[in-house]
């Protein structure tokens, strides 16, 4: 295709392409006339990009990355994995040459005081191994002498033991599953096959059995609380919707932090409620009923704060059905009740979508509120992606606990957008 | 039309009030006769609008009853009424096919698949839209979504049929198109039509009587013609048509006419239709086009000096304002045919009229 703009503007070819009178073709012209629109409208967002780079992609990236990254036994004994891998058999007790160089790089690292992190990276897949190491680092690092081998097992017996070289062998390379394994309660025994973790260290699937359990009820109980208060403020006369829409609004003008302690005040044993309960003689004294510190305290909580995000798309959406849509439904003979029914619930599902999706996948990754009234049973899988960031400081095991909720989340969304469409979901 | 002695729905002293002050519809008597196609008209908050939607039972009157046959039905919810409706914005339902709209009536009535579906092609093809079952609403044009409205208030048979502004929001052409295609089905039908419009051109084209509305009374119900030729006063003279409106003080009172002094002087020979009798104020309405320009004073009562202001070249006719009696904002229409008069603005001419065309109402 000619693009020159010299081509002869009398005898333009007759090739079927648009040309402008001076005979360039139309879309080249066009986009030469767009260019500096799109170059404008670029510069604007720019900041915007950027910013989302740095503070969203970029840290998602990087937890992604840190839930496959692996570099301590690499950096820490990198001669000794890389013997191991060749020359162990994978079945007896390593022979001399495996012993003297962990012994030669744990003296290193005993000395910088690196020594630790081995230890606890190794106690990630089995208990017990972070004092095995630091003890034994200790040990020779002190007067420790060869031969190596008897040294080791000298100092512990399960140095002898092909096990405890299988651990360090699967915790060796650079990138491992075996922080997602973790988080599905499953890991590599010694020979690198995939087992179950053993029955009382499972947790996980229960957690994220427990958060996607809870994420649903709660979604369910802001939809049957939150619709009716829709409908309220869509059909209300401006004055009292005006008033309800402030209590409704209310909640997000207060801290979250006050919204969930106050619920505190309500709900405990010694708190209002059962005040109350007890007073009326509804309850004994003795039999106060645990109303916090558990799975309700937690779903009550929730549920309250969570509510505005439900009303909120349900009443944009309301607000849009005209009123004669109803009365055209019962003039042509349906009941209030069936007309309600078949012509405006319908109608408000794109609403229901989005405050449910919104409601869901905020719930699922909840953390402050569980935390603190949740107790022991209603705690859920963001209180332990908090653990291990914050206590036990086992980021991989955080990266990918939390990878796993994204990846839910993205799921659901997938699965939500083919079952009703992305694109009718209106927030507002 | 057709008449009957037996009134098909009455209004019997129905009065209506929102907020317990003021009154919207004020003793309203009202017969419409089955078969009959009848209109509201009125300017926008002049009680029309309230009088449908309690004819259809989403509002009831605050005093009086509703009769539909011999039954009252004015405490019978819009549901069990069994009158079709057609609304402003045509309430399709957007989350069902047209045919699915049409239907609704049907299957809320627990009519049978097969026969629904007999009917509802029947109701559409009636629309000439028997092709267009299958799309949404949002998908057909603004004329069509009226048509499937239509198909929908029609397809269960009622008796009643009530049409709230249903060409409103239809551009002109259009809107004529739909009108002319209305009173079809209602003649082929015969249905019982109430249709209520504020646009005066649409209740005289398509309706059998006319209840013109203002201030929660009807001011006059008539057929179009007489509504048009022999507006009862002077409301009803404004606003059907055009009109020039001229004021002065009886003179005498002679059988059917009267002489009528002018603000200006002028003396004025008019129709005593509505006047308090000598030495009343009297407003007098003559249509435009029933003025001639330099009439024979032999055949013309009414003669006068006219200057015009303004030339306007409309299309079908030539519209020229002038000062006629003292009044400068009279309007004459000449109709455009080849020997027309052509008028120049400045020009001095003679304007006339015949008694009977102008109309001495209340002032």
Known sequence: MATTPAAPPAAPPDDGVLRTNDGVPLKTTLARVNRRQKLVAVALVLPLLGFILVTFLAPIGMMLFRAVDNPVLQEQIPRTVALLDAEWDGASVPDEAVFATLAEEMIQQYEVREIAKVGTRLNYEQGGLRSLITKTARTIARRGEPPWRETFIAIDERWADPQTWGIIQQAAPRYTLSFFLAALDLRYDWQGDIVEQPEREQIYVFMFGRTLWISGLVTGLCLLLGFPVAYLLATLPMRQSNILMILVLLPFWTSLLVRTTSWIVLLQTEGVIND????VGLVSD???????????GTIIAMTHILLPFMVLPIYSVMRTISPSHM????SLGATPARAFREVYVPQTMPGVGAGSILVFILSVGYYITPALVGGRTGQLISNFIAYHMQKSLNWGLAAALGTLLLVGVLLLYWLYNRLIGVEKMKFG | MVETNDPFVRFEDVQKSYDGETLVVKNLWLEIAKGEFLTLLGPSGSGKTTCLMMLAGFESPTHGQILLGRQSITHVPPHKRGIGMVFQNYALFPHMSVAENVGYPLKVRGVGKADMQARVQRALDMVELGH?????????????QQRVALA???????ALVLLDEPLGALDKNLREQMQYELKHIHANLGVTMVYVTHDQTEALTMSDRIAVFDDGIIQQLDEPATLYEAPGNAFVAQFIGENNKLLGRVEAVDGPECAVRADSGDMIRATNVRTTGQGGRTLMSLRPERVSINPDPAQVPNVFDAEVLEVIYVGDHIRSRMRVCGHDDFIVKVPNWSGHVHLRPGERLQVGWYAEDCRALDA
């Open chain 2, 152 to 158: 929908r208030a029609l397809v269960f048979e009622p």
């Open chain 1, 276 to 279: 109350v309960l007890v007073w």
């Open chain 1, 286 to 296: 003795e039999g106060r009923i645990q109303m916090i510190y558990n799975q309700l």
């Open chain 2, 132 to 144: 267009l079952g299958g799309r949404r609403p949002a998908q057909l044009s603004g004329g069509q």
């Open chain 1, 327 to 330: 009365r055209a439904a019962r």
